[in-house]
């Protein structure tokens, strides 16, 4: 019995070791500090690896038409989107959201911008002419 609780115990430790290191990992509309609830460390690896790889065929595989950003990003943008994540990565996240308002994707601190969120819409920022 005592030998099945360590082992519990440290599986439960890994797992949680896990889940804090790559808490961060992946941008969840915007926010570098959430997961999306698709998340799993399998599928973190292999989009890790697609945008890594600045391969849009292999992300929009995964992504299966969830969420906003598979109406936004593209085949065109796809290496803007991927260097916004290296950025947010290496410590630089202005930089990200700004790639990330470029796009017309939410920033960390949840501003919407872009197509979609009430631009050309007759709705968000007036048009001053």
Known sequence: MENSNK???GSLAVVMMGAFAVSSAMAYQGDYSK??????????????EAMDNN??????????????VTQVINADNFARFAEARR?????DLEGADE????????????EKVGAGYGEKQGRGRMNLR
Do not use: F
């Open 35 to 48: 997961q999306c609830p698709a998340y799993s460390p399998e599928r973190h690896i292999t989009m890790t």
């Open 87 to 91: 950025l947010a990565h290496s410590g």
């Open 7 to 9: 082992v519990l115990l």
């Open 55 to 68: 391969n849009y065929e292999a992300w929009r595989e995964l992504m299966a038409d969830r969420g906003r």
């Open 99 to 110: 790639i990330r308002k470029e796009l017309g994707l939410k920033t960390r601190n949840g």
